[in-house]
């Protein structure tokens, strides 16, 4: 192969389930396309690499379900689990893979999935707390030398 | 003219009404520059490029207005409506278009609307529930294509 | 020097003490390594930058609370308090350098602080109502120059 790989960087930011979606469909769509493809876990986003929090994610349509703090859902409660369960009835039935799926298939097609140093400073993580696929724990200068020599940077 | 234009690729994902307005400002003054631009609306985003929908665009504090659940607005009535008319009427008095008059001249000046295929296949949507001015429904191995040979490419 | 330094353009636009962070620890980092940074405030974003704001940042885990209208906590006492409060409690224990340190570490890096023209008309503000870091009032043209030129350009 003559031609350079198209080289995709792509901070994942948002916590909650509907916003676990967008980088990961385009993270695993452009590792199909044989792209490389580098998705940087970062602030409230760690949670989609961290062991046991995967299947817990949740769709707040309020406020930021993995912050541990007091949240309004406490006084209504039901609220989250009746919108995160419609939305993965809806994930189930038009057939869209889980969060879980879309990180296998990705790492099958060889994307490469980095945790934000800084923020597991900040935390208290360890490596041994993230999910096997996790390749590397990276601080944001090595980010920023990814992310200026890529074809696409995006922080979603 | 021997240089090429410039292009510009938005994805456009959140849904409520304060940020509509960002891509849609930067698309169409990138129009107005003559560059070529590509917005591509998915995930919480389609209702802007729905028929019927983009007048009824909602401004929350709470929440996202455009996912068909309960909301926290149900029990506190008039919290949503008095948002978005206070909102509406700071843009009525400093003379910011509406969203319609940024799609119509946006259009004028050439700017490509994509909608998204997987998202429209997910809810069940055809080309004909969009506005005419729609270009096309593309795929994310397009929208890729396009993002990675943009000269900006932002992720809104 | 021969080679020409990396340049980053980022807008910030989200309104809470949580997605503050973000672009001023890319920016002060991207100033360290000696790239040309450029951060563009505007929509949401305009309080890091005006006089007497940036202190009163909160962290809302529920709406944006540098809109001016009612919001749930008002029914709800405390609660934005109380969020604020852990964050900035975790923000000192891990010794995350505040709001204020990072604008300031920035600036002495070379960082060009850049506020939205159209924004400011919006809401009638002057440049005297923004703190003395800021560099220039700029258009969504001169914003859309500099970051179709950039190495790296982020929405955030």
Known sequence: ?????????????KGTLDMAYPPLFIASTAAAMDMAVHPYFTFWRMDIITKG????LKLASVGNPSMPMPNIFGILP???ALATKMMKGQIKKSKTPTIGELIKVSKENGVNFHACEPNMEMTGQTKEDLI?????VIGVATYLDL????DLSLFI
């Open 1 to 13: 192969m003559a031609e350079k790989k198209k080289t995709v960087v792509i901070v994942c930011s």
């Open 78 to 80: 039901g609220m989250t």
């Open 53 to 56: 929090k995967m299947d817990s």
């Open 132 to 136: 096997p696929e996790v390749d590397d």
């Open 147 to 150: 992310a200026a020599e890529a």
